[in-house]
T-cell receptor, first 115, second 109 residues
């Protein structure tokens, strides 16, 4: 079964540093997403990406965040200057309406710890 | 936007018992999914079920779209079923999937 791959699985960074979280969505999917889950809380939407541009973003997705699809396979989330409150699990997801719609597929997540 | 509510928030079961988890949503949905978050934090997709009933082993799910709720049934629970179960829904394919707060299930041997 096709998978969404995320790297790294765990990253520790110092406050104020930039981090890039990487995702490889399923190859024939067209819509890509980043979600965040602070420890013990619900999974929250950050941003959606379609046709090489942001299609929707939440209030959480402020100027310190950016997304990019630098090539045909990778999808990245950059946090420019990390804060302690950015510590969370970050999930990438993708889906495609082509050939039938079967819901979102989520990656295994990147646990980000800001110290 | 759509609201997704799950109940109960916490559930403790003896191994072998059956359980029902509920998900209510505030609007007609195009997609509804059930996920299991394991102890490592991974979100495991259980069911894509915007309507009807599906079964996979000891798990089954039913969504009654007209009444805006979905149920996840776990039969003969095992300790490996422990974790948090999330329901998530959206009204259109290209809108973000909205998650409920989850049900934390603990199965005791």
């Amino acid at each position: 079964e096709p998978e969404v791959t995320q790297t790294p699985s765990h990253q520790v960074t110092q406050m104020g540093q930039e981090v890039i979280l990487r995702c490889v969505p399923i190859s024939n999917h067209l819509y890509f997403y980043w979600y965040r889950q602070i420890l013990g809380q619900k999974v929250e939407f950050l941003v959606s990406f379609y046709n090489n541009e942001i299609s929707e973003k939440s209030e959480i997705f402020d100027d310190q965040f950016s997304v990019e699809r630098p090539d045909g396979s990778n999808f990245t989330l950059k946090i420019r200057s990390t804060k302690l409150e950015d510590s969370a699990m970050y999930f990438c997801a993708s889906h495609s309406p082509l050939g039938g719609y079967y819901g979102y597929t989520f990656g295994s997540g990147t646990r980000l710890t800001v110290v | 936007g759509i609201q997704v509510e799950q109940s109960p928030p916490d559930l403790i079961l003896q191994e072998g018992a059956n359980s029902t988890l509920r998900c209510n949503f505030s609007d007609s949905v195009n997609n509804l999914q059930w996920f299991h978050q394991n102890p490592w934090g991974q979100l495991i997709n259980l069911f894509y079920i915007p309507s009807g009933t599906k079964q996979n082993g000891r798990l089954s799910a039913t969504t009654v779209a007209t009444e805006r709720y979905s149920l996840l049934y776990i039969s003969s629970s095992q300790t490996t079923d422990s974790g948090v179960y999330f329901c998530a829904a959206h009204v259109q394919q290209n809108t973000p999937l909205v998650f409920g707060k989850g049900t934390r299930l603990s199965v005791i041997a």
